[in-house]
């Protein structure tokens, strides 16, 4: 309980520290090893929560331990992101969001019958992975939308004028999407092997609504690279695919697992 009440703790701070450098007229970030550090703290014991997951029959994987695992990941994947690439903004989203999971199982922990084998765990991992980097694209899509619509109102303040270019931006947005869509068809693909009966696992909705998801995701991916497609349709596209993965998934699970038990 500790850990959790630290990594929430320790998420919130660097949030207000990225919020803070990104609205005042500072050149450079007074607290970047302060926030770095905190963010590398909170990673870790986030991390060190997951040990309560494993039992001998395999991994309590419900809502809440899967939520926390890909905000977890999601978090991994900023961090090490914005080592090399100008992706610190997205904190401002990104680390409230990943600590919204951790208070979740604080206050509703999942039951111990939500086991899921272990021979299927590398696939859900895969799974998450996928969401985990679309959900990057989609924040980095917000930050985007933002950034044009004061560009083109040639409004310019403080936070606008620190984010990348929009080139830089965009970019940014479909590369996340690009991986994110890779393993995305992997888990697709793999999950078929585990599934032996659609209806008696309450798959059916879920793989319907994730190939949905798939289809705009793949759209978006081939219409950047065939056509060039960019601006506020790829934004759109980009969250209402996301909006229909989270429902496919999370959705999903939250019915079976809190409305219906």
Request: with cysteine; charged share 10%; proline share 3%.
């Amino acid at each position: 309980m500790f850990l959790s009440y630290f990594a929430i703790s320790a998420y919130l701070l660097a949030a207000l520290l990225l919020l803070r450098f990104f609205t005042k007229n500072e050149l450079k970030h007074p607290h970047q090893q302060t926030t770095s550090l905190l963010i590398s703290f909170a990673i870790i014991a986030h991390a060190l929560t997951f040990t309560d997951f494993w039992i001998s029959s395999g991994v309590v994987f419900g809502l809440a331990n899967s939520a926390s695992f890909a905000a977890w990941l999601i978090a991994v994947l900023l961090f090490l992101s914005s080592i090399s690439k100008p992706v610190h903004a997205l904190g401002i989203l990104i680390y409230p969001l990943v600590a919204f999971p951790l208070i979740f199982g604080t206050l509703f922990p999942d039951a111990t019958d939500k086991v899921i084998p272990l021979n299927i765990a590398s696939h859900v991992f895969l799974s998450i992975t996928a969401y985990a980097l679309l959900a990057i694209a989609v924040c980095q899509s917000v930050l985007l939308r933002i950034q044009e619509r004061h560009l083109h109102a040639r409004s310019i303040n403080t936070f606008i004028n620190k984010l990348p270019p929009l080139q830089t931006m965009e970019r940014l947005l479909f590369q996340s999407l690009r991986i994110g869509f890779y393993l995305l068809t992997l888990s697709l693909a793999t999950g078929f092997i585990f599934i032996d009966d659609f209806f008696a696992q309450h798959l059916m909705h879920k793989t319907a609504l994730s190939i949905v998801a798939w289809v705009i995701f793949a759209a978006l991916v081939i219409g950047r690279r065939a056509f060039g497609w960019r601006g506020k349709q790829a934004i759109i596209a980009t969250q209402i695919g996301f909006g229909i993965l989270v429902i496919a998934y999370y959705g999903s699970k939250f019915v079976i697992e809190r409305l219906l038990t």
